[in-house]
DNA sequence: GTCTATACACTGATAGAC
DNA sequence: GTCTATCAGTGTATAGAC
């Protein structure tokens, strides 16, 4: 992340990254960025002139990972049913790696609608505006050859999306109320990997 | 909610239930509770002594609703894949009508694991507390009973969550990606009452 | 570019009149 | 109980020396 930018600066992105990550813009404190990029709070300023700058940036950073996310799902395998394991698991996977991305979205997006839309849009080229409908075209193509059973595109869309990304914006409860450690917790999600898209095809094939 | 308390006590709590549900502790003014209320600001510390005491009684209320919730599933239909229809529906229900509680509680378990969590051990009961695990032996039976698909009670429990909260938390996401208006948000919530089931029955039915 | 010192605004909390 | 006025602390942002 962030290669071209010259060191200090990109000592402050990659701290200011993990801070607005793990506690939202409201719950970050500037002082803590430069604790964290082992430099002064006025270097803050003077790269980034506001926090509200600052947070762009990372925003900024943040959406441009997730298009290249999204583009293994385009030229995943010809049968929809392997297509739907390729999703899944390229998808857990990108998630794995960064976990607390899923409620930075979720909670910035309804903190500021316009922002975290714009950025995202920013970033996505037609083909990855596209995606959505492009996958609900082979539901539905699916649903007419009759290999999968009815289904509206939006709810199996949404049905995918939060079998793969809610374990992970849930995981301090999920190990309250189901697990003990850290380790059962990373165990449960390799299983996901095979278990959502058995799961998925398993509901919907005739 | 808060029948017992007196007027002015009773809109306090009332209007820092919205404020901190929206934002979040972090994100709350108090200053914006007291206009919510309608009172002045010095009122909330005559009644909460700070803020952290006001958010813990929110907390406390908030908390109080969830075995409540999850009462219905105890005594839910004899038939395992009735049980099923019952919880899922009667799930939705309970988060349709209070839509922001399980992005809040997702964000301040995470602000703060131990807060929450003792507020909820607080206010179940053993009962409460062994749900999830008769829940998990009601499913280790049908397994070996051959009437449902081999899945580990966990995966099973998360894949449920998921599919009946995930929306709820990604509303604006799904809104920003999928939908145009609030109406069709709505439509869409009602049309899972039924599909969210009928998708997890035809997932493990055998 | 990087630091220290400081200005300025905001927010939670208290004092005191009514 | 409820208000106005105000304090103390904290957080963002800037000035200015090096």
Redesign the pocket.
Same mark, same amino acid.
């Given at each position: 992340m962030v290669d071209e930018l010259? *060191? #200090? +600066?990109k000592q402050i992105l990659e701290a200011a990254y993990h801070e607005f990550l793990e506690k939202g813009f409201e719950g #970050?404190?500037?002082?803590? %960025? $430069?604790n964290r990029a082992? %430099? *002064? !709070? $006025? @270097? @803050?300023? =003077? =790269? =980034?002139?506001? !926090? +509200? *700058? @600052?947070f762009n940036a990372v925003v900024n950073e943040v959406t441009k990972a997730l298009p290249l996310a999204i583009h293994n799902i385009l030229n995943s395998g010809d049968d929809f049913f392997k297509k739907i394991e390729i999703i899944v698991e390229s998808y857990i996977d990108f998630i794995s790696k960064n976990p607390q991305l899923p409620r930075f979205i979720i909670n910035e997006i309804t903190r500021n609608p316009e922002l975290i839309a714009s950025a995202i849009a920013n970033h996505s080229g037609i083909k990855e505006m596209r995606i959505i409908e492009q996958l609900a075209n082979i539901i539905n193509q699916e649903v007419n050859k009759g290999t999968i059973k009815p289904i509206k595109p939006h709810q199996f869309i949404i049905n995918l999306l939060s079998l793969c990304v809610f374990p992970f914006v849930a995981k301090p409860l999920i190990q309250f109320i189901l697990l003990d450690d850290e380790a059962s917790f990373n165990e449960l999600i390799l299983e996901r990997k095979k278990q959502v898209s058995k799961f998925i095809i398993d509901a919907i094939k005739k």
């Open positions: 010259k *060191n #200090t +600066e #970050t404190r500037m002082q803590s %960025i $430069a082992g %430099i *002064n !709070k $006025a @270097l @803050l300023h =003077y =790269y =980034y002139r506001s !926090k +509200e *700058n @600052l």
